[in-house]
């Protein structure tokens, strides 16, 4: 951009100078298109009429490469909803689905009126679907509904929006959950076991506090939960088994765990599914691709979970999974439909 453009964007915004606002709405200031574009929206939809109908007019007249290109990289909200909706070209239309921050409420609107080609692409947008599952009433509502995307939706409904279990936090104070033992009860709560234990008992490691699986899932939570705070690995292995999840769970939130350890426990087809949902929900975890794909491909995970990460396998990963007699069918299809697209 030379010198000069800044000043003239500057100068357009401050709405000051009548011929510079004609000539954005004609298209013709020699500014960048990621910089005229959204000029020429808010023109378009501006207080000036005849303004207005020539920003129309020259947004129209743009290519659909141009727009595409723009809509997929650059444009905001505002630019989105007035190409989706005031030109409704279907290659813009599907730049503007495949925006993975699109505005939820936009997609809603659309949806009531999409074409059966780009319902299907819709479908493809778990991650929409589950922040806003008024997506697929609004669907519904589309007088050309597909009968496939018809049953995707039923599909949706049962699988990716079952009434979703709240993880629960290990350390529940604002619940009215049980808190973490202080060290100093952990200490007597352990000593009280092993007092008990019949002479000549069998003692376990010392890693997992000297007690056997079975004294352990004795002790009360609270002590369990203070047990969990920094253990030992042995000691963590036995408690991400625990029966109550909040112990599992609280052994992740307190434990620097490695990358391969956490992706063992994704991996774990016995464990709890709350504690593989903790998983899916922790951002620096969840960006570690090995971990990624063995939650999606541990049926114990949540199949709305599942299917929310679905999109983010590589091609392999995503064949391997259509063919995984294991995996839920909800998830097997979205990876084959998702393979059959990408391989392309």
């Known amino acids: 951009m030379s010198d000069s453009q800044p000043l003239l ?20 200031l020699p500014v960048p298109a990621d910089e005229l574009i959204p000029a020429q929206v808010a023109l378009a939809r501006g207080d000036d009429p005849e303004l207005a109908a020539e920003a129309a007019a020259s947004l129209r007249q743009l ?15 505002a630019e989105l909803a007035y190409f989706a909706l005031e030109i409704g070209h279907p290659r813009l239309v599907e730049s503007v689905l495949r925006r993975r921050d699109v505005p939820r409420p936009l997609l809603v609107t659309l949806a009531s009126t999409l074409p059966e080609e780009l319902q299907e692409l819709l479908l493809l947008r778990q991650d929409a679907v589950v922040e806003e599952p008024a997506i697929l009433d609004a669907l519904e509502r589309n007088q050309r509904l597909s009968n496939y995307a018809r049953r995707r939706i039923g599909e949706f409904r049962e699988h990716l ?13 604002e619940e009215g959950g049980p808190e973490e033992a202080t060290d100093e009860e952990v200490e007597e709560a352990v000593a009280a076991v092993k007092a008990a234990r ?11 506090a000297g007690l056997s ?50 992706e063992q426990i994704a991996q774990n087809r016995t464990i709890d599914e709350e504690v593989l949902e903790f998983i899916v ?17 541990n049926p114990r995970t949540p199949v709305a979970a599942a299917m929310r990460l679905v999109p983010r396998l590589a091609v392999r990963d995503l064949r391997q999974l259509w063919r995984d007699r294991n995996a839920s069918p909800a998830v097997r299809d979205t990876a084959g439909r998702l393979y059959r697209i990408k391989r392309l």
């Open 9 to 28: 964007i500057d100068r357009l915004r401050s709405g000051e100078n009548p011929e510079l606002r004609r000539l954005a709405a004609r298209g013709l």
């Open 161 to 173: 929006l079952p009434r979703r279990r709240r993880v629960r936090r290990a350390v529940t104070d």
């Open 198 to 208: 019949p002479a000549g008992a069998a003692i376990e490691h010392e890693e997992a």
């Open 213 to 262: 699986e079975s004294e352990l899932r004795a002790l009360p939570v609270s002590v369990r939960l203070g047990l969990a705070r920094g253990a030992p690995r042995v000691l963590r292995g036995i408690m991400l088994r625990d029966p109550n999840p909040q112990v599992a769970i609280h052994v992740l939130r307190t434990n620097a765990l490695s990358d391969a350890e956490v």
């Open 281 to 297: 929900n922790s951002r620096g975890w969840i960006r570690k691709y090995p971990i990624l794909r063995a939650l999606v491909a």
């Open 63 to 77: 290519s659909s490469r141009l727009s595409a290109a723009y809509l997929e990289n650059a444009a905001g909200p």
